[in-house]
T-cell receptor, first 114, second 111 residues
Framework: NAGVTQTPKFQVLKTGQSMTLQCAQD?????MSWYRQDPGMGLRLIHY???????DQGEVPNGYNVSRSTTEDFPLRLLSAAPSQTSVYFC?????????????FGPGTRLTVT | DAKTTQPNSMESNEEEPVHLPCNHS???????IHWYRQLPSQGPEYVIH???SNVNNRMASLAIAEDRKSSTLILHRATLRDAAVYYC????????????FGTGTRLKVLA
């Protein structure tokens, strides 16, 4: 299994540009989520999904959209990039949303907005 | 969402045990306690989790207080590779399925 994969690894955007961060998992996990981690800080939850077709907001959803059309993929869209969105973005998945299952994290996408 | 409190940083000597504390005084009866760690420039990785009883796995042990208002992650013999940020997380209240990370404890292991 490849686990959780994220593309791209690095990205530089200009203010106002849009882009999609890709996340895929091959473990047939129902639960997927997106986090951002600013320098020296902990992770903050952006959006999450408990299954295909179902998404919900986390702590910091503004400026981001998600959709979940398949079990495997959970892309994160930046609508109009701002310098405040400069961060490292992690995608994670777990078997389902139950309290007892651990999450598996991807390697991250480092995004810089100039 | 219930909140956790951890020390910002801790130090340990190599090959000695490490006890990483976490306070979660507002934990609810159905919240699981999860621990993750994040090595430099990597995504977080799962360490251990539990509900009421102490738990052991190949990486660590989790000791949960009887009233569940605190827990301790125990690394039995710290190695240099254990230097990381350790996060204590309460998992799942009211079916919201949110993992909320705090700022964690940065563990430094001295050779």
């Amino acid at each position: 299994n490849a686990g959780v994969t994220q593309t791209p690894k690095f990205q530089v955007l200009k203010t106002g540009q849009s882009m999609t961060l890709q996340c895929a998992q091959d473990m047939n996990h129902e639960y997927m989520s997106w986090y951002r981690q600013d320098p020296g800080m902990g992770l903050r939850l952006i959006h999450y999904s408990v299954g295909a077709g179902i998404t919900d907001q986390g702590e910091v959803p503004n400026g981001y959209n998600v959709s979940r059309s398949t079990t495997e993929d959970f892309p994160l869209r930046l609508l109009s990039a701002a310098p405040s969105q400069t961060s490292v973005y992690f995608c994670a998945s777990s078997y389902d949303g139950d309290r007892s299952y651990e999450q598996y994290f991807g390697p991250g996408t480092r995004l810089t907005v100039t | 969402d219930a909140k956790t409190t951890q020390p910002n940083s801790m130090e340990s000597n190599e090959e000695e045990p490490v006890h990483l504390p976490c306070n979660h005084s507002t934990i609810s009866g159905t919240d699981y306690i999860h621990w993750y760690r994040q090595l430099p420039s990597q995504g977080p990785e799962y360490v251990i989790h539990g509900l009421t009883s102490n738990v052991n796995n190949r990486m660590a042990s989790l000791a949960i207080a009887e009233d569940r208002k605190s827990s301790t992650l125990i690394l039995h013999r710290a190695t240099l590779r254990d230097a990381a940020v350790y996060y204590c997380i309460l998992r799942g209240t009211s079916g919201t399925y949110k993992y909320i990370f705090g700022t964690g404890t940065r563990l430094k292991v001295l050779a």
